[in-house]
């Protein structure tokens, strides 16, 4: 069984910085050879489900969403079923839960949106105050 953690979320003030983990368990060696691409989406009340960016653990290589481009960073850790988001330059308007999602099945990072990812946490809460 997948299972996906996140962490890290918390208040902070407008142009401050948090870091975000995610950890997969339940892939095996043989899933993440035929590709997984982790992928961190975000909720704001009221509003859908937006993907941010991801990441490929075949290859690292990412993508980003515009609105987040040059203030947030996606990474992995050595070990594959750990990622990370570093949010830079905060604003209020990045105030969401945040979510983990995992797309199984490709080695490249596939499009920011929710129809293409499989598995996903439960989310944490980021406020950004003004």
């Known amino acids: 069984e997948v299972q996906i953690v996140e962490s890290g979320g918390g208040s902070v003030q407008a142009g401050g910085s948090l870091r975000l983990s995610c950890v997969v368990s339940?892939?095996?060696?043989?899933?993440?050879?035929?590709?997984?691409?982790i992928g961190w989406f975000r909720q704001a009340p009221g509003k859908e489900r937006e993907g941010i960016c991801c990441i490929s653990t075949y290859d690292k290589s990412t993508s980003y969403a515009d609105s987040v481009k040059g203030r947030f960073t996606i990474s992995s850790a050595n070990a594959k079923n750990t990622v990370y988001l570093q949010m830079n330059s905060l604003e209020p308007e990045d105030t969401a839960v945040y979510y983990c999602?995992?797309?199984?099945?490709?080695?490249?990072?596939?499009?920011?949106?929710?129809?293409?990812?499989?598995?996903w946490g439960q989310g944490t809460q980021v406020t950004v105050s003004s």
């Open positions: 999602e995992a797309s199984y099945g490709t080695q490249q990072v596939v499009e920011l949106s929710v129809q293409e990812f499989d598995y």
């Open positions: 339940g892939f095996t060696e043989r899933d993440y050879g035929f590709g997984i691409v």
